[in-house]
């Protein structure tokens, strides 16, 4: 079975500052990882993902992630928060076998602070 | 379409309707999913479609709870004698045979 957990439900930090969201995954074969950003009242928009090539990848806005299979961890970063970037992160694991069906852990709200 | 439409976007049912929510997946995605979003929660796959095929239906809380895709492309997730533990938003995906996914805006279910 597959399952993430994302650490911490609300992550405050101000702008400009390092922004670090934390997923841990639990998956029983080489996982595909995924990190989506959800604004109110919006579908999920996916930010980037991991699917076995390079461990460290870059995705939109200036997010990216680092699978580390020794941690069992793909934790999302950006250098320089931005108001914008306010916002619900939600991390989510697939290993293709089952219908490519995702898990998705419960979400970190995003507040950047001015 | 350039992406997947689910309509309506809100909806508000007194506890006991039934209601059916509509997704429009992107063209030619042959793969569908339906997923249930608590307030406050992850995302939690209810069932999925390859064409019309529906080839897991594992999530689904429910008997009261169906989905069908009698073509291959629209599909449609209904709810009989809806209860207030039903309220959420209900988001459709849906992917191509090389796994781009893409999810709809979803559609809010309040029932009251």
């Known amino acids: 079975a597959q399952s993430v957990t994302q650490l911490g439900s609300h992550v405050s930090v101000s702008e400009g500052a390092l922004v670090l969201l934390r997923c841990n995954y639990s998956s029983s074969v080489p996982p595909y990882l995924f990190w989506y950003v959800q604004y109110p009242n919006q579908g999920l928009q996916l930010l980037l993902k991991y699917t076995s090539a390079a461990t460290l990848v870059k995705g939109i806005n200036g997010f990216e992630a680092e699978f580390k299979k020794s941690e069992t961890s793909f934790h999302l970063t950006k250098p320089s928060a931005h108001m914008s970037d306010a916002a619900e992160y939600f991390c989510?694991?697939?290993?293709?076998?089952?219908?490519?069906?995702?898990?998705f852990g419960t979400g970190t709200s995003l507040t950047v602070i001015p | 379409g350039a992406g997947v439409s689910q309509s309506p976007r809100y909806k508000v049912a007194k506890r006991g309707q039934d209601v059916a929510l509509r997704c429009d997946p992107i063209s030619g995605h042959v793969s569908l999913f339906w997923y249930q979003q608590a307030l406050g929660q992850g995302p939690e796959f209810l069932t999925y479609f390859q064409n019309e095929a529906q080839l897991d239906k594992s999530g689904l809380p429910s008997d009261r709870f169906f989905a069908e895709r009698p073509e291959g492309s629209v599909s449609t997730l209904k709810i009989q004698r809806t209860q207030q533990e039903d309220s959420a938003v209900y988001l459709c995906?849906?992917?191509?045979?090389?796994?781009?996914?893409?999810f709809g805006s979803g559609t809010r279910l309040t029932v009251v």
């Open positions: 989510a694991v697939s290993d293709l076998t089952t219908g490519n069906q995702f898990y």
């Open positions: 995906a849906s992917s191509s045979v090389t796994g781009g996914y893409t």
